[in-house]
């Protein structure tokens, strides 16, 4: 069974970048699957930051609402694919992403892109999975 997971108080048909036809993320336990996001406050729909490494922030802290919402933190990421507008910004979002994150870190690549709107330096989707009592 799958559920979706959206930013609190927030419905399945709030989006800040408008209509899709997608999930911000969707619980299929014991994994959940977070669609890709960007530096948009979710409930304001703004653009947070203009550099790198305020981008990155603001997408790791959406990545992190998400969590929260299935009960889950940040140490149950698994997996992140990082997507850049600018490859020569790698080294700002590293330096970010490690100081929101701790080791074990999650497995991760990161690609070259364009996103549909200019000022939008970074994206990020993850993968998490809930830690399973033994």
């Known amino acids: 069974m799958k559920t979706a997971i959206t930013y609190p108080g927030l419905g399945t048909e709030d989006r800040p970048m408008g209509p899709a036809p997608l999930s911000a993320a969707i619980l299929s336990e014991p994994m959940l699957f977070i669609s890709g996001q960007v530096a948009i406050d979710p409930y304001s729909g703004k653009i947070v930051g203009s550099d790198i490494a305020s981008q990155t ?56 892109i364009t996103l549909n709107h200019p000022d939008l330096l970074v994206e990020m989707e993850a993968t998490a999975m809930r830690q399973i009592a033994k």
């Open 57 to 112: 922030r603001q997408v790791l802290a959406n990545i992190e609402s998400l969590l929260k919402q299935a009960d889950m933190t940040l140490d149950c990421l698994v997996r992140v694919t990082i997507y850049l507008t600018d490859l020569s910004q790698f080294a700002g979002m590293n330096e970010v992403y490690g100081e929101v994150l701790s080791a074990p870190y999650p497995a991760r690549a990161t690609v070259g």
